[in-house]
């Protein structure tokens, strides 16, 4: 992702500019590569004056650390998805950086993606009438590939797949129903022989406050070939009228007894083509979005209470799951 972040920063963003690159293995041969400096701690990216804010694209327990102290140098913050493995070390980014005044915003790319984003624009201008049902499926037949590179994913502290990829669906159907979670019901197990990972399956039910009602299947081990288009799929059913999006092809408009086409994602193989412009499109839009929400000191596009609330309903979820009961939010 530092990887990606970067390409979006040097070749699209405007308003702004890749300074220097801090963390990890492949962080000198990134900032070669982009012609940029390279920090050999984030103490010291922290301490330049001439970094404004920072990008934080790391594993997934160690947001909350980095973020409280950019906001102690009075560093601006976007922090990639989950914004931290817990409720409680959301509210401790949230507290430093509002104590700081600065920006703390939450990479959610899936509002950012073409069909979704149009998804949403067809909602608010009343298109399927008054959203009533949102179905959400994310299934593969692998969580990640597993080598020494990805070792840091096996880490239990890093919360494993089902708040990696949890984060992404409970985001983006809070965002179609325009509504916060109400209750939460939720199954999360494995399956397969490799334990390694944790919570590789997940079935959920959600009731929103305004009444809008919700599943999701999540599912890492499918057996191949998986069912077709089902990476990121949603259906959102209205009152007069149905989305079906899918967020990596096509988006369609069921309604007066007809399904028309909206728009379709142009294709890109993320695997082997991870810098294609039409997938980099949702990471520098957002990027973009940062930029111009600091500068023209306008409210957040996705503040970190947005990124708090995608955390507490995978939280909410597993305690569901362990109780075998329905939990209700806030927790």
């Not at 405007?14 to 041969?29: C, E």
């Not at 109400?182 to 590789?200: A, H, L, W």
């Not at 111009?292 to 569901?320: F, H, K, M, W, Y």
Request: charged content about 25%.
């Amino acid at each position: 992702m530092g990887r990606t972040y970067a390409e979006g920063l040097s070749k699209f963003n405007k308003r702004a500019k890749l300074v220097a690159i801090s963390g990890g293995k492949r962080a000198p041969g990134l900032a070669s590569a982009h012609n940029v400096d390279y920090e050999e701690s984030y103490d010291k990216l922290l301490s330049r004056p001439d970094i404004d804010a920072v990008l934080i694209a790391t594993p997934h327990a160690a947001h909350v650390d980095q973020t409280v102290r950019a906001a102690e140098h009075g560093k601006h913050v976007l922090v990639e998805k989950p914004m931290a493995t817990s409720v409680e070390e959301c509210d401790k980014m949230i507290n430093a950086c509002q104590k700081a005044g600065v920006y703390l915003e939450v990479i959610q790319t899936l509002r950012f993606r073409g069909t979704p984003s149009r998804a949403k624009d067809l909602i608010d201008q009343g298109a399927i009438g008054e959203v009533r049902m949102i179905q959400g499926q994310s299934l593969f037949t692998q969580y990640v590939a597993i080598d020494e590179s990805a070792a840091w994913i096996l880490d239990p502290k890093q919360g494993g797949a089902f708040l990696d990829m949890g984060v992404h669906n409970f985001d983006i159907m809070r965002h179609l129903a325009g509504s916060d979670v109400k209750r939460v019901f939720s199954n999360v197990t494995s399956f397969g022989p490799d334990k390694r990972i944790p919570d590789q399956t997940a079935i959920t039910q959600l009731v929103m406050e305004n009444g809008v009602i919700c599943s999701h299947w999540m599912c890492h081990e499918m057996p191949p070939p998986n069912i077709p288009d089902a990476m990121h799929r949603y259906v959102v059913v209205g009152s007069k009228g149905i989305l079906d999006i899918d967020g990596y092809g096509k988006l369609m408009l069921g309604k007066d007894n007809k399904w028309e086409l909206i728009w379709t994602q142009p294709t890109f193989d993320f695997i082997k083509d991870p810098l294609n412009p039409a997938r980099l499109y949702a990471f520098y839009t957002q990027a973009q979005a940062f930029v111009d929400d600091i500068l023209n000191r306008r409210s957040p596009t996705v503040p970190g209470s947005e990124g708090r609330a995608a955390v507490e309903v995978v939280q909410a979820a597993r305690i569901s799951s362990e109780t075998g009961k329905a939990v209700d939010l806030p927790l």
